[in-house]
């Protein structure tokens, strides 16, 4: 049992603190905005370990005159579905009496947003796996993912969306009303974001008729689709091709433990790796794998043995999660993901025993003598695919890794 206590919370145990202190923004659901929750009682749905959602099909055109001698026959009316596993996910903090009543942080309040947070993003993994998981998806050329490179070629433009738009009207994919217009969303991370502004018909747009496209990145839409644009987007962090001199070696066996939040790795070799260049730390992903822990840290200052010194994601800018000993370290170039979907294109399952947006538990006290206070949450619920064809994703990578 992990328990949070005053030595592994010591900077929180400070006779004076600034209680007005800037906290991380709360992460907002994002691919769950192509969700829809399926119609039928949840509470009995979730009851069985799979859940088959029935949608009727469209009838044929009609082709035939009405015959003057004989009944006509009635058109057969089909039924597609989806299948949705409902599974379980949970977080849970535990915290000392004594720290409780030693800290001068808010850290008894502060707690609630953190499991809420922790909540909503793990739930969204759920989310991003079934929308970023598809066979339907497309990059220049119909490129593999292991083989695109950081190159113009492969970076998005203005013309994917100009082919989204067709592939999505032509697949009849339903959309979201927004002013009596018909538009759909497109997810991408903010590296996409600024190669997409430097499209040259954006920059046209901008130098002569939008200013603010240029000067204040003011890009909210794209033809029939909103942007909306997110650093919890779907990279597949060094999915790509080898990104000029190979770093090719893996985390060493003294690193194992709460690397989170560690601003320094060590790597079994050192090889090629200098200042400013940014490294990979997980499994490729290659097909349809995802590793929601796989993150990208870039080098601080050129180690002159196996310990580099890292700039990363964590909340103290160094590592956001753990890692194991014999993880890769690589310096293969990123792959985005430009998800364009509608209102309807991802099924969502949730027990109501427990709420779309999860159950918290506690705050209560535990042990013998009361002594911990735990406080987590729980869920239970999934995501599916409504049809293939409603949901496209486009891969590409960024000129950050140029």
């Known amino acids: 049992m992990t328990v949070q206590t005053t030595s592994n919370l010591s900077n929180a145990l400070r006779a004076q603190y600034l209680e007005d202190y800037i906290k991380a923004a709360q992460m907002v659901r994002l691919y769950d905005q192509f969700s829809f929750p399926v119609g039928q009682d949840m509470s009995a749905l979730t009851k069985g370990s799979s859940v088959v959602v029935n949608f009727l099909a469209d009838m044929e055109p009609g ?55 922790n909540q909503m993003e793990t739930v969204d993994v759920l989310a991003q796996a079934a ?12 490129t593999a993912r292991t083989s695109l490179d950081a190159a113009a070629n492969y970076y998005l433009t203005e013309t994917v969306f100009t082919n989204a738009n067709a592939d999505l009207q032509t697949l009849k994919v339903p959309a979201f009303v927004d002013a009596g217009r018909n538009m759909w969303g497109c997810i991408i991370h903010p590296y996409a974001f600024a190669d997409l502004r430097a499209s040259t018909n954006i920059l046209s747009v901008g130098a002569y008729q939008k200013a603010n496209i240029i000067l204040a990145h003011e890009l909210g839409e794209l033809g029939p689709f909103k942007l909306i644009v997110n650093p919890w987007a779907k990279v597949f962090w060094g999915g790509g091709t080898t990104n000029g001199t190979s770093v090719s070696t893996t985390l060493a066996a003294s690193t194992t433990a709460n690397l989170a939040l560690a601003t320094t790795i060590e790597v079994a070799a050192n090889t090629n790796i200098t200042a400013g260049i940014w490294l990979n730390i997980g499994t490729q992903e290659t097909g349809s794998t995802h590793y929601p822990t796989n993150e990208r840290v870039r080098v601080a200052a050129t180690p ?39 209102p309807r294109s991802l099924a969502k399952v949730y027990d109501t025993n427990v709420g779309e947006f999860g159950e918290v538990v506690g705050p ?7 002594q911990f206070e735990s406080l987590g949450w729980k869920y239970y619920g999934d995501y599916g695919r409504v049809s293939e064809s409603w949901l496209l994703r486009y891969e590409h990578t960024f000129s950050r890794d140029a």
């Open 304 to 342: 002159s043995g196996t310990t580099v010194t890292i700039i990363g994601e964590g909340a103290n800018g160094g590592l956001r999660f753990d890692h194991a000993a014999g993880v890769a370290v690589t310096r293969n170039d990123s792959v985005g993901t430009a998800v364009f979907g509608g």
């Open 63 to 117: 082709s035939t005159t009405i015959s003057e001698t004989a009944d006509v026959t009635p058109s057969t009316v089909r039924d597609a579905t989806v299948s949705v596993t409902p599974t379980s996910r949970w977080g849970a903090i535990q915290v000392s009496e004594k720290l409780l009543n030693q800290s001068y942080t808010p850290y008894g309040q502060e707690r609630f947003a953190m499991i809420g947070k």
């Open 364 to 370: 209560k006290k535990q042990g013998l003598l009361d």
């Open 131 to 142: 929308a970023t998981k598809g066979s339907n998806w497309s990059s220049y050329a119909q």
